[in-house]
Every structure is written in structure tokens, then in C-alpha cells.
């Protein structure tokens, strides 16, 4: 099982894509490895989530921090802090 | 259902009648309603578009209703958050808190409102003479959330 990856507001737009598949990681992965795997391939995602952008994530929904753990099938999405209201 | 999330207006009187439900408990009602302004950092606003993350948006909106009524002494409380194209004039939020007494039904919408706007996956773009730019989170409202980080009394 992949894990489905989704991007909102303006990292939306930086990434050109509203979400993408991954791979499952070989080895046991979280959210700050996940990113600096996304962050290595360059191009759009190392302008949208790089360490000077501020980003936030949730997995399954919940926000997360960066050592909440990632696995197959998690759906994780990474988002500019929220301006609701 | 006490979150919803949509795209239509809703009629704050209809909301609050439907949530007292006649109900002779309920001594207080506290409510706030967030509106779209026509100016926003010195730039005068043509209208904006409200983008979420169906799914995620209610689960948290949930939450922070929970939240909420676990650490005041409330009866009911609901949250409606629009979504999609609005301009200035517009109704964007609504909280409305009921409670026996007007303290905890305060306190409550408050709560809710300073946590929706800093944990809830919302984002505003919005249209100017310039163009479109997407909102920034503000400082000060994380500032209005940590106020509650420590629990209150009821």
C-alpha cells in the first residue's frame, strides 16, 4: 500500500499538484524524514517544503509533529499554517 | 450535527432557535459571527476564496466542540464554516454556545473560535487591485490560543 500524499493552499500551488502516491519507505520513517525525502528531489518540492517555508502536517488527518510516524497506507498532507475564521 | 462545513449562508437566528430547542436549561446564549471585511493589510479586498481540507476540517472542528465542552459546564454548542468563493459583507463563521449561566457560554466561544483559527485546515486567498495572495497566519493568533493552553476553571 502506497502512501497518498496532499497538499493545500499556497504549497498547493508551489508544488503544481494537489497530491501524489508514494512508495511505502523500506525502513521505518517519519514525518521530518518523509519531508526531506520529498525535499531531495528538488525542483517544486524543494521550493515548497523546504526548511525555510513554514509547514505543517497532518497523518490521517491529525495534526502532526515531526517525529509522528509514518507508514503504508497513511495519508499525509502538508499545508501552510491555517488562516480560517 | 453541531459542525458543518459549506458553501451556502446561513441565518444565524434559524441556527440559535434550533439549537435551544426550547430547551428551559439553557439560560445563556453567546454567539460570534466572523464577516469578510473589504480591507486587509492597507489593501482593499475584492472578495476571496476559502479552501479546506474536506474530511480533516470537520474531524477538528469536532474535536475543539469536544474540547470545549469538556472544560465548561455548556449544554450545546455549534460551529458552521463557509467555504468556497465570498466577498466582503459575507458571513464566513458562526459559533453559537449554550450554557446555564453567560461565564462558561463566553469562555466556550471563545475557546472555539481561537482554536478554529489556529488548528482548523482553512486558507484564505484573496483578491486585491494587485492580485490574488494567499493570507498569512497571524502571530496574535496563536498568542489568543495559548491563552487556553493551561486548564480553566469552569
Redesign the interface.
Known sequence: MSIRILYFGRLREDMGIPGEMLEPPAQACDVKSLRAQLVARGGASAVALGSGKAVRVSVNQDLARDDTPVKAGDEIAFFPPVSGG | MPVRVQQEDFDTGAEIAALRRADPGIGAIASFI?LVRDVNDGDAIAGMT????P??TE??LARIVTEAKQRWDIIDALVI?RVGELKPLDQ??LVVVAGAHRGAAFDACEFI?DY??????????EQTAQGAR?????AS?DLAAERWSEPQAK
Open positions: 466572523g476559502l479552501e479546506h481540507y474530511g480533516m474531524k477538528a464554516h464566513i463563521v473560535m478554529l483559527k489556529t488548528r482548523a485546515p482553512f486558507w484564505k486567498k494567499w493570507v498569512e497566519a497571524r493568533d
